[in-house]
């Protein structure tokens, strides 16, 4: 059955603070992995990883993906209150393109 | 700004009565994607289309639930009869997929539904 992992489900840091949030996968015909931030409502797109090894990056937050492994971080430097929200990861497959989520990692940053 | 419509935003009903929720996918995006949204449970996915035709919906409970496209502008999901457990926030989605296409998903506000 195919799963997304991601860790940890929850964190609290300082502002300032670097963090690095972790995702796992294990599925069959795999196309993508998609990373979103939600805070109060819709999940908002961040970055989209096809190749290993090839760093995405925007502003402090960058994302990298080992297709060996089957995994994938998420990295947020000198974070921010405004960095609070959900952090979910996401895996399309080559079948049907269909996108299954992970659980989501609740990231606090307080001041 | 192009955007994922959905509606109603909030919707509070009574166990065994219906529910419809509507979504307009962005415009030229030829795949939607119907999710629910629980603490418990995270964003399962329910079912989806591509270019009005549904490509799997086997994450959808089939006595009660049912997800149609009448279409390309509108796609909708229907609870009949709605029970307490179907509580939740429903997210669609949309994107453009398929051979040589690999767009991100986007997201709709959800309708925050809530069955007593």
């Known amino acids: 059955e195919d799963k997304v992992v991601q860790s940890p489900l929850s964190l609290v840091v300082h502002e300032g603070d670097t963090v690095t949030l972790n995702c796992s996968y294990e599925?069959?015909?795999?196309?993508?992995l998609l990373w979103y931030k939600q805070e109060k409502k819709a999940p908002t797109f961040l970055f989209m990883l096809?190749?290993?090894?090839i760093e995405k990056k925007s502003g402090r937050l960058s994302s990298i993906l080992d297709k060996k492994e089957l995994f994938s971080i998420l990295n947020i430097t000198a974070t921010q209150t405004g960095d609070s929200a959900v952090y979910l990861c996401?895996?399309?497959?080559?079948?049907?393109?269909?996108?299954?989520f992970g659980p989501g990692t609740s990231l606090s940053v307080i001041p | 700004d192009a955007r994922v419509t959905q509606t109603p935003r909030h919707k509070v009903t009574e166990m065994g009565q219906e529910v419809t929720m509507r979504c307009q996918p962005i415009l030229g995006h030829n795949t939607v994607f119907w999710y629910r949204q629980t603490m418990m449970q995270g964003l399962e996915l329910l079912a989806y289309?591509?270019?009005?035709?549904?490509?799997?919906d086997s994450g959808m409970p089939k006595d009660r639930f049912s997800a149609e496209m009448p279409d390309a502008t509108l796609a909708t999901l229907k609870i009949q009869p709605s029970e307490p457990r179907d509580s939740a926030v429903y997210f669609c989605a949309s994107g453009i997929t398929g051979a040589g296409y690999n767009s991100p998903l986007h997201f709709g506000n959800g309708t925050r539904l809530t069955v007593t």
């Open positions: 289309f591509r270019n009005r035709a549904p490509l799997d």
């Open positions: 996401a895996v399309q497959k080559t079948s049907y393109d269909k996108v299954i």
């Open positions: 599925v069959t015909n795999f196309r993508s």
């Open positions: 096809t190749s290993s090894g």
